[in-house]
């Protein structure tokens, strides 16, 4: 089992003691702990940890949760590499979910569940964020689409090691997505992608406004640059699936994005409607903002990594007559 982590020893900890409550055997697993340039105690606390089950500590200079992952799986022994991120609590029997899987369907990327906490107040942006999610595990369990590289989000999957080596593993250049981009070279390679419902964590993110806002932003750029550099069709479903967003989202974005003017005026109305409508308790108006707001921002970020703003819209309007 493979833990970047970066600055939060707290939640570290929590991590960690749910593991001593795992179902599958104790000898058979050990976890890889990289801690990623922390300054908070994080690699003298790991230095004094004694546990039921093996931990082996490992530090790099700051790099990002890619280049983590990649030293982690680099020293692992095991031939299956669980990935969980340092904010998740995983469900006791969450380990053994993941390798009955792998036994199962053998040549499988296994993804699982983050699921949202019910003994806390999140705020309006974390709860949009568990909606989503929520959203596309109903929707690969009711077998409505399958899981795709799109869904490799690495708090919580695993996959066979020698298949990661094969992949080459995380680019570490992506400081966003780098899990989904490594996703597409593994189907590129014939991996095949599994929901397990049964693998289950729960998420407990500590993201602030600002810190979400610059999420879907880096998301643009980046699917520019999956597509650009890499070759993966991430932008080519990004202008196909912008057709399916709400009416009042699309025109909002085809009139503000790439306009420094109407852009500010957008984002900054809307951050001021989520943050209201969050303090007085109109979810559904916090939850509508947020989307609009995200729109707004990954195409922005789309525009501003292409560098012309006509192309962007042209595209999007060739692949809607193309799909």
């Not at 399916?244 to 109407?262: E, I, K, S, T």
């Amino acid at each position: 089992m493979v833990v970047p982590t970066f600055q939060r020893r707290e939640s570290l900890q929590r991590l960690l003691d749910a593991l001593a409550a795992q179902t599958y055997p104790h000898a058979d697993f050990e976890v890889l702990v990289v801690d990623d340039g922390s300054t908070d105690g994080t690699r003298e606390w790991l230095a004094t940890l004694r546990t039921t089950y093996r931990v082996r500590p490992l530090a790099q200079a700051h790099g990002g949760p890619g280049k983590a992952r990649n030293l982690g799986v680099a020293e692992a022994a095991g031939s299956i590499v669980v990935f969980f991120d340092d904010d998740v609590i995983p469900a006791p029997d969450a380990i053994a979910q993941h390798v009955d899987a792998h036994r199962e369907k053998p040549d499988t990327v296994v993804i699982g569940p983050m699921l949202p906490p019910d003994d806390s107040r999140r705020p309006a942006w974390i709860r949009w964020e568990e909606a989503r999610l929520l959203e596309q595990y109903r929707a690969m369990t009711a077998g409505e689409y399958e899981c795709t590289p799109r869904q490799f989000f690495t708090a919580n999957a695993s996959i066979e090691r020698q298949r990661f080596r094969d992949a080459g593993g995380f680019d570490a250049a992506f400081a966003r997505a780098e899990d989904v981009e490594l996703g597409y070279r593994l189907r590129d390679l014939g991996a095949h992608f599994a929901f397990e419902p049964r693998a289950r964590v729960t998420h407990h993110p500590r993201r602030t406004f600002a810190s979400w806002q610059r999420t879907p932003y880096q998301y643009g750029r980046v699917d520019v640059a999956m597509e650009r550099d890499k070759g993966h069709q991430a932008l080519i479903l990004a202008y196909i699936e912008f057709h399916q967003r709400h009416p009042f989202n699309r025109a909002l974005a085809m009139l503000c994005v790439g306009r420094r003017v109407p852009f500010a005026l957008a984002t900054g109305a809307l951050r001021a409607t989520v943050v209201v409508a969050d303090a007085v308790g109109a979810a559904r108006v916090a939850q509508r903002g947020l989307s609009a707001l995200f729109n707004l921002l990954y195409w922005q970020g789309v525009t501003e990594e292409l560098g012309d703003r006509e192309a962007v819209w042209r595209s999007v309007e060739a692949w809607a007559r193309a799909a």
